[in-house]
C-alpha cells in the first residue's frame, strides 16, 4: 500500500513538473527509467520521446536511432544537439516518412512528394499538402473521365481523346511506365535510359530500374560463392532491360512479331516534335549541379517512332516484359551457354553428348533453362 502511494506521488509530480500529456504517459517515463540502468538513458531524452508517441516499441526506437556513418546509437534529442536546424528538420522528416511507409495505407502524392496515411477505399486521393487529387492505385492525376472505370480504360481514354497525351507521343508511354521503387513505393516519371543502377531518394534503396531486383554492394550479396560479390551487382532476370537493349532492334521486333504483338515504327499521331529536335523521353541526367530531369535529346532514327535508339528498345522490350515473352528460344548456342552458366547449379549443368550436333544441343540447354528457371509469369516486378 505504502510503495502503491509513493508509485502515485511520483505519477503526480512527473505530471505537474514535466508536463506531461496524459497519466498514462508519465507511468511509461518511469516505466522506461527502471529500464534505464542497462540502457544508459538520461530522463530529459525519455521525456521527450514519450512526448512523441504512446507507442512503448516507437519510443525505444526513438532512444537508438544509430548512426549510419560510425554506427553509434543515440536517442533522437541528442542527435539534435549534433546537427544543424535545417538538417535535423530533414532527419526528422525523413524518420517520420520511414515509420509511416511501414503501414499498408501509406501513399506517395505524385504531385509533390509528400507521404501520407490514406484512409479511404476510394480511388481518388486528395494530397493534404499540395491539395491535388491523384489515383491511388495507378498514380496518374485525377481527372472526371477516371471515375466510374478502371485503370487501364482510363489509360485507353488518354490515348484516344487527350490531345496532349497524343503530342507526346511514345515519350508518355515510357513515362506513364516509369521506375517505382520496389521498397517504399515511391513512383518516379522517368526512362530507365542507360545506367539500370537506380538509387530512391527517398529510402535510398539501390535496384534495377528494368526489373527492380536489389543492387548489392561490395561482399552484400546474399547468394552464396556468388562469382562478382566483390563488386556492385545486381541478379537479372533474362528478360530484364539490362540484358534485351544488346540485342538489336530487328531482334526485338522479331520476337514480337512471331508472337503477334503489335508495335510503333511511326511516332502515333498527333505527335508533336521536340523544339530543337532530339528524343523527348525525360531522363536522371548526372550534371555539375547533382541529379537533373532533362529529356533525352539524342538523335531519332526513321522507323523507330520518333524515339532515340536506347529509348526504342526499352518500349519494345516493355511490351516483351507486358507479355511474358521468353527471349530464350532466340538464343544462339554460345549465348544459351552463358546464360545456363549464369542461372543454373553446376549440378543442373547438362554434358553435351557425343553425337549431338550444335542445334540439338542449344535446344535441349534452352529446355533446361525455361524448366529449371522459368520466368514469372504475368511478369510483374519485385
Sequence with gaps: MLYE???NALLRRLLASLSLPSWGRAELVVSLMLEQPNEGWELSDIVEAVKASPNRDFIKRLLSWECAVCSLALPRNKLRSCLDQETYDLFHKKLTEHVLMQDPKFQWCTHCSFGFIYESEQLEAKCPQCRKCF???CKRQWEPQHQGITCEAFLEWKRTNDP???AQGLAMYLQENGIACPKCKFSYALA???CMHFQCSQCRHHFCSGCYGTFYASNKCPIPHCPIRRSLHGHHPRDCLFYLRDWSVPRLQKLLQDNNIAFNTDPPAGTRATPGGGCRVMEQKETLDGLKDEPCGKETPAGYAGLCEAH????LV???NSHALDPAVYYTLQEVEIVCRRHLTAAQLIPRGPTEDDEAYRRRLIQVLRDEVPLEVPRRRK
Design 5 to 7: 502511494l509513493n508509485f
Design 135 to 137: 489515383c491511388v492505385l
Design 164 to 166: 496532349e497525351y497524343q
Design 192 to 194: 530507365r535510359g542507360g
Design 312 to 315: 526504342y528498345k526499352e518500349y
Design 318 to 320: 516493355s511490351l516483351i
